[in-house]
Structure formats: C-alpha cells, structure tokens
C-alpha cells in the first residue's frame, strides 16, 4: 500500500495547531493500522515516472515476521534494480 495519500505539504500551508493536526491524521493514515496492530512495517521509496514525484510502498507483515517482511523488500528492491537497468539499455 502506498505509505502516505499525499505529496508533502509545505510548511507554510500547517500555519494553525488544528490544520498541523489534519494533517498529520491524513498523512499517518495509512501506517497508523500497522502500529495499532504491532504488525513490522517497511516504506521503500519508488523511482518517480516521468515528471512525477516520488512515492512510497509500505510493506507490512504479521508481528514476528521481520525477516519475511524484510526479504520481500529486498526482493522488490532488486527488481526494481534490474527494472531500471533494463531501461538504460
């Protein structure tokens, strides 16, 4: 799932305690269930397309599974790794 719903948001725009905190209950949102349910997590950054920004993937596993989570990861990685290989010819 994507770690985050949203780009960063500038400081200039979290001028107010209450607009700090929207944003950081819409931000967490996608991370939050892992921490409630003591589940490992990891957030890979992804290569940005063409003019977009980049993004993160979080991976998440059972609690206990850190070694699982973190060869998924690992496995994403390298092929993220050959995919951009591959691009470059």
């Known amino acids: 799932m994507p770690t985050t719903p949203d780009l960063a948001t500038p400081v200039a725009e979290l ?7 929207a944003w950081n209950r819409r931000a967490f949102r996608n991370t939050r269930p892992t921490n409630l349910f003591g589940q490992c ?3 890979l950054p992804l290569p940005a397309a063409d003019g977009d920004l980049p993004a993160g993937l979080q991976i998440a596993c059972p609690h206990g599974e850190d070694r699982r989570m973190l060869a998924i990861a690992v496995a994403i990685e390298d092929a993220l790794r050959q995919d951009r290989k591959s691009d470059r010819g």
Request: glycine fraction near 0%; aromatic fraction near 0%.
């Open 15 to 21: 001028q107010s305690l209450d607009a700090a905190k």
């Open 41 to 43: 997590a990891v957030s």
